[in-house]
């Protein structure tokens, strides 16, 4: 991607010198919405041990307090600090690039876009939908209006699952922000009401509700490259990401058999598929998940 450091983003919270205190086992608390790479990682623990620790995250996010969980401070971290500076800049311009980009498209869909906060985090921290560690991914609360991230994460995508390249990264906050954008127009609050009202609905809802914000990472995508900012390579690194998540990939990494009925992410293919036609379209309308069950 080309960009230039903009200087410091008034949006960004930055907490990585505090962490999370209290509680017990992993500190998690229901109402959460667990991220890309919170799926991955809760996701193949779910399968290996059989049990359900995706649950509590995907049926809440409707916010409410947060744990009151104490924070405790420690010692800055100038090495480390000095090291994510690059990162840092990088998630700076892409959460200025990604706002800008849906307060100029709100007025034509009817509505005022809000500035969502970016809250960077080291190992644990505290959210209106409760406490979260780095395991749980990059995440958004609609409770507060915060996305939430550990820039180790990003390591972990290079490293670990093989996406490296700066639009994947891009393509993880977009689809957060995506999220965001479904709080405003009352996507999100729908959903919450349609799985509270039919419980069995949940998963599927759930998986409309992640291709749509992934959809939307497209449509910012779409802006890149009118604006010329997308180099050689940049698309196939966002769609090796959404492809990196997709729940059959889970599960086959684990060894388990393919059950379509148990996505709440939605395949690789799906999710390649929606945020290309985002990338293609740029269309708002075009993101409606719900009414296409492709």
């Known amino acids: 991607m080309r960009w230039t450091p903009g200087g410091d983003n008034e949006d960004i919270e930055d907490r990585r010198d505090e962490t999370g205190g209290g509680g017990g086992g992993s500190g998690f608390s229901g109402g959460g919405r667990v ?66 980009t849906w307060e100029g498209l709100f007025p034509n869909i009817g509505f005022q876009y809000r500035h969502a906060k970016l809250v960077l985090f080291r190992d644990a921290v505290d959210s209106a939908c409760g406490m979260a560690e780095s395991a749980t991914g990059p995440f958004y609360c609609p409770g507060d209006e915060k996305v939430y991230i550990d820039l180790g994460f990003y390591d972990e995508l290079k490293k670990r699952f093989g996406v490296p390249g700066q639009f994947a990264q891009a393509y993880v906050l977009a689809h957060e922000l995506g999220h965001h954008v479904q709080k405003l127009v009352g996507t999100e609050a729908k959903v919450r009401r349609a799985q509270q009202a039919n419980p069995r609905s949940g998963n599927g809802l759930s998986v409309r509700l992640e291709l749509q914000a992934d959809c939307y990472a497209g449509i910012w995508g779409h802006s890149t490259k009118e604006r010329g900012i997308l180099e050689e390579g940049d698309i196939e690194s966002g769609l090796n990401a959404a492809a990196a998540v997709g729940d059959d990939r889970i599960q086959k990494m684990a060894g388990r058999r393919v059950s379509p009925e148990s996505f709440t992410h939605g395949s690789s293919a799906q999710r390649m598929a929606w945020f290309r036609k985002g990338f293609d379209t740029g269309d708002f309308a075009a993101c409606n998940t719900f009414a296409n069950q492709e």
């Open 35 to 100: 991220g890309i790479g919170g799926i991955l990682v809760l996701g193949v623990l779910s399968l290996i041990f059989g049990r359900d620790f995706l649950s509590p995250f995907l049926g809440g996010g409707g916010g409410g307090g947060g744990t009151g969980a104490p924070v405790a401070s420690r010692p800055a971290d100038p090495v480390r600090s000095q090291r994510e500076k690059p990162e840092v800049d990088f998630v700076g311009f892409v959460l200025g690039d990604v706002q800008k």
